[in-house]
């Protein structure tokens, strides 16, 4: 299956070195996993959290699309990581990081036809978002947002304000270049209010999920980003009053009230391409 056309609705990171959380994440609904070896994993344990995510995911994750997160080429573990990462049965490896394409260039010299994924949160990536998303090798983006507030020296606001700028950028250079992008993490996951918040305002600036760091949040950005009943039921009405406007001779129909053109079509596809896609994740 083509990468951008799974969903991305909830996307949790596990520490590589957490054996327990690796097996608990097999018995959760979740559309995709980052395996990190970089922030979540202590000096220490890293080189044993390489092997420990090498047999982890041999085991596989069911439909769950899988990303190992490395450590930054620059840093003593970056290469060790890249090069184990490349070996492990994964769909894509995500580089921390980024600041331009040449840092993505480098890690494919090692991890060769592996599609690659960028973590977006340093305010030079942000200025270069384009060039990093037209990388041939990139399938997806995602927003490293306790990194770009700790770069701004920004304060985390509910309206999340600071972040609005290289969100944007991250989103034009995304959908540009029609790659995947994942907004960043909600840090008090035993808040489900503030949780749900982000995660509506998220969607309704188009991006196609949330990272998440625990459990507890799966649900609700499962719920956030999934088309719901109602959406998926007025897309299949927009569809079917434009076919029907079609076969006599208009191009613009109407559905409650509201004009419906050939552009609104492709959007109604879409939500019951990605609704279908869910349904087929789900189906395990
Ligand atoms: C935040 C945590 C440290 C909390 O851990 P813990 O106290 O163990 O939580 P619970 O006791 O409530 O856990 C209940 C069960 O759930 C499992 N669990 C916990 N977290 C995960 C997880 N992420 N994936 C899978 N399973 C998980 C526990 O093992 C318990 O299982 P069981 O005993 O069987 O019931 C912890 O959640 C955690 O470590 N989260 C991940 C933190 C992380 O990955 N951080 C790095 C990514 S964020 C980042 O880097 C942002 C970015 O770069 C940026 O710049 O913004
Ligand atoms: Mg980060």
Not at 159 to 180: N, Q, S
Request: glycine share 8%.
């Amino acid at each position: 299956m083509d990468m951008r056309a799974r969903p991305y609705r909830s996307v949790l990171y596990i520490p590589g070195s957490k054996e327990r959380a690796l097996e608990k994440a097999r018995t959760l609904p979740v559309d995709a996993i980052i395996f990190d070896l970089e922030d979540a994993v202590a000096p220490a344990e890293k080189p044993a959290a390489r092997d420990t995510l090498k047999t982890a995911l041999a085991q596989g994750y069911g439909k769950r699309t899988t990303i190992v997160r490395i450590n930054a080429l620059d840093t003593e573990w970056g290469r060790a990581d890249a090069e184990a990462a490349a070996q492990m049965n994964c769909d894509a490896i995500l580089l921390p990081k980024v600041d331009g394409p040449e840092h993505l260039d480098a890690l494919a010299q090692i991890t060769g036809d592996t599609p690659l994924w960028a973590m977006m949160e340093t305010p030079k990536g942000m200025l270069r978002a384009a060039e990093i998303a037209a990388h041939p090798k990139l399938a997806g983006m995602v927003m490293g947002t306790n990194d770009l507030a700790k770069e701004l020296q920004s304060r985390f606001r509910p309206d999340r304000l600071p972040m609005m700028t290289g969100l944007g950028l991250c989103l034009l250079a995304a959908k540009a270049h029609g790659t995947v992008i994942v907004d960043g993490v909600y840090n008090a996951f035993k808040d489900d209010d503030g949780l749900r918040a982000e995660c509506e305002q998220g969607r309704d600036m188009g991006t196609d999920g949330k990272t998440l760091i625990h459990p507890a949040q799966v649900e609700i950005a499962n719920e956030t980003f999934a088309p719901s009943q109602a959406e998926i039921d007025l897309a299949q009405r927009q569809i079917d009053a434009f076919e029907a406007a079609g076969k006599e001779g208009q191009a613009v129909a109407v559905v409650d009230g509201k004009i419906v053109e050939n552009l609104h079509v492709a959007t109604a596809r879409e939500t019951l391409a990605k609704a279908e896609a869910i349904a087929a994740l789900s189906a395990e």
